[in-house]
């Protein structure tokens, strides 16, 4: 059997990842009859005898008893599951989505038996709690969305709020599952080369998924307080595949980003952006639909166009935003966010983005500023920019391009309170003084910090 | 008795050559003993018709299993293996159940000679089967009738169904132990009090934590609301409860007008529970003690109480949404937000079934709300649930207005916008004004120099004389913030500032309210 094989040859030479190949639940473009093959190699009676006899005799490796007996559970476990698979795509009377996921959970059963048992699998076989973990995940959302399509009464049994909790009852239990998977390598106590705590982030990343897909990511607070309260047992980060960081550090953000932690968010968002793979273009465009919003609220900086470029779908979500931003262009600005809106919101990034706004006023008023001109250059001294300006001018900035009728009319307080909080945040330096109706700003290029004028 | 018998009743406990196993599936009825009578008739051919035999399969089972000339095939032995193994118990069946269920479908596969062609592998575990026929009995009750009953049942029987259930129950109930049952996931209780499944988990602990002493008096207090007969039939003492997680909804017998609220420990009482008719006139009194006397304590109560009878029923329409919406205005007006986020949470379930009401009032609602608790990941979602069609609403726009003139800081446009709010909106914008004053405060502060005057501060943060403005700088800082000067009171900013950057904070706190999702 080409299956056991295989089996053989990733377990003579410590593979995980082609370990984690054989348990796969797809055929593959040059074996596509791989799942087949394997299915009818034996059948239910002499499940386990064929297991043992292909998986373990011969010339193998010697293998534990205990460990072979483990695996021989998991392959059991796993033929089934390849049934249920197989019957799907025949289209068997019978198949279903429930069952795949039912007989994917004795797997992911079984292996867990595995590792925490007795019989103890070495942690280089982590892979496989990684494929099974994902395949966990897919089989659940599959199942649920089948029960979401069979189950179109509407009012069942349910009661309050389990409308949305039923809606995803299998995720919810796979995520039970995921989570023994998580503490299975949280805590392992075995010297940390052959620890199964080199698993622990893909693991919670498995978890991250599930919990922002089941809509719980208040959940994913638990993994992270489990996770520090183990760190000082834990391998630096630096030393775990790229892959497992880049995942992690992006879930870190993002559930940063939802607190409107921008500061702590822009962090782990910057670490996934700089180790992500070049090719991976996917992730690279996911880490910046968060890290652009960071890095407008945290430093005021604007993607530039080469940053924008190879993202089409960036580009249309940021690009005009940008431009009304660096132009000062409220009105377009407004424009662009409502034209956006739906998707801002969906991948909640409206929040963040809508405090550019700030920005562009900022710029806006900076331009008032810069047309002010300078004052008299007394003799010899280098001239000096009008740094006492009437709030009315600013006033007549903003009514620039926004159609003057009553309603949208900017009154005078409003200006000042759009001044007050340029200057409370440290957009602009200086001060209103009201009864006067003038704007006095900062000398010596400060008026506007960081912006050279 | 075969031709005594009604037709769908031969066709089902027939004993005929279909395979087992789809025999099995069919099979509607999930007390063994009825089970095994269609053994015994299949060894004694006829059964005395009139039923009763049950102790006789009994020990006719138990005769054959043992039998030692039936040579098992290892799929067979496999199978019971897998029957006992550990993991593969069900906590609502119990060892006995399972065991009656296995050696029948063993038996009868032994007795139709289809050991060798019976998918074993396959086949469903007992614990299972029995699982599925008592969904199939819930889910159609005229199964269930004749499933159930020992005695030949007649079409007149199905008035009855709900009692035969709730007896079955009880009897299923009395085998597994209690233990057991703590593991089942408990509906009832979900339903009853809390409203996502985080909360549950700190209910939960919260409940575990308490004395047992505590839960009895709670029960019993429970118990003594139950009117007239809340003897026998009482689910309160039967320990049956948490047997079947998916039994039906009540239906309520209970004709009293007023009722006090309990928090369910068990299956409520259908003596206890008020039917719909009795519930609305139940609301129209409510209403009108509410205008006389107001006393929120006893409403907010009489509410909960509503509230428990419509969901322990399953009821969910208009009048459901009414109750749900009068509860949530009553609460914010009394600033009871813990249980105005409770009706909200309900509310939004309630509103996406298009039941009719007032989504958008209370779309706007839960947008100042999390305004108010300051819950970001919550008014992500909440923006998410907003159609354009509920932006044109005037109380939605109003909503999203205040939240964007708060995001970017604009005081100004926050109190125009305070002045004039739609519906009760007020009430709940009273929870964070006084916060979102302390934070204009702070950048006023900033950036007037030196000093402004008061009567600004007034008419700018929504104040309503110079006066309570005045009170409300010197709550917040001290008497040397404000100055007198060519006949006006002046706030001096710079001497202020720092009091007021620290007030904000302090106020900006996360709000934690109970109830909240």
Known sequence: MELANQFRRAYSTASGPDLAAVLTPIATPNNPHRLHSFYQFTNIQYLNKDLHTNLFHGKSPKVPKPEQNAWVDIFAAYWEAVGEVLKCEDRHPGSSAVAIFTAWKKLANALIRGYSGSSGLPAWTLPCLYTVGKFLRTFAIKADVEAASQDSSGFGFQDDLSVEVEKNANLEEAARIMNRMFTLCLSDRAPIEESRKWGIYETTNLLFKTYFKINSVGLTKNLLRALNAQSDDLPPLEAFPKSHIVTFEYYVGVIHFLDENYAEAEKHLSTAWRLCHRGAFKNRELILTYLIPCHLVTNHHLPRKELLAPFPRLEQLFGSLSNCIRKGDLVGFDQAMSAGEAEFVKRRIYLPLERGRDIALRNLFRKVFIAGGFEEAKDGQPPIRRTRVPVAEFAAALRIGTHATGRTRVDTDEVECLLANLVYKGLMKGYIARERGIVVLSKNNTAFPGTGV | MNSSAPPWRATAWAPTSTPVASQVSAAPAYIPVQARRSLASNKINHLPSNGSPAPQPNMSAADEAPRPRVEFPPAVRLYVQRCFAPENQVASVSHSEMQEKLRHVITDAAENHKLDMIDWERLALPQVMIQNERNKILANPSVSNWGMSSLPSSPGDTGRKRKSTDTNQQQSGKESPPWRKANNRNRFEDRVTYPSTEKKQRMTLDDSSKSKANLEMRKKRFEGVGYGNSGTSSPVDSPSRSVDPDQGPVVGRCQTLEKNYFRLTSAPNPDTVRPLPVLQKALDLLKKKWKQEGNYTYICDQFKSLRQDLTVQHIRNEFTVLVYEIHARIALEKGDLGEYNQCQTQLRVLYAQQLGGHPTEFKAYRILYFIYTRNWTAMNDALADVTAEDKQDLAVKHALDVRSALALG????????????????????????????????????????????????????????????????????????????????RLLTSKAAARFEQAKAEANRIVDIKGQI
């Open chain 2, 410 to 489: 604009n005081y100004h446009r926050f109190f125009q916008l305070y002045l004039d709010t739609p519906n009760m909106g007020a009430y709940l914008m009273d929870m964070f004004v006084d916060r979102e004053r302390l934070t204009a405060l702070a950048a006023i502060c900033r950036a007037y120099k030196p000093d402004v005057n008061i009567r600004f501060i007034t008419e700018e943060l929504g104040f309503e004389s110079d006066e309570q403005t005045a009170r409300f700088i010197l709550d917040h800082s001290s008497e040397d913030t404000l100055e007198e000067k060519h006949g006006s009171v």
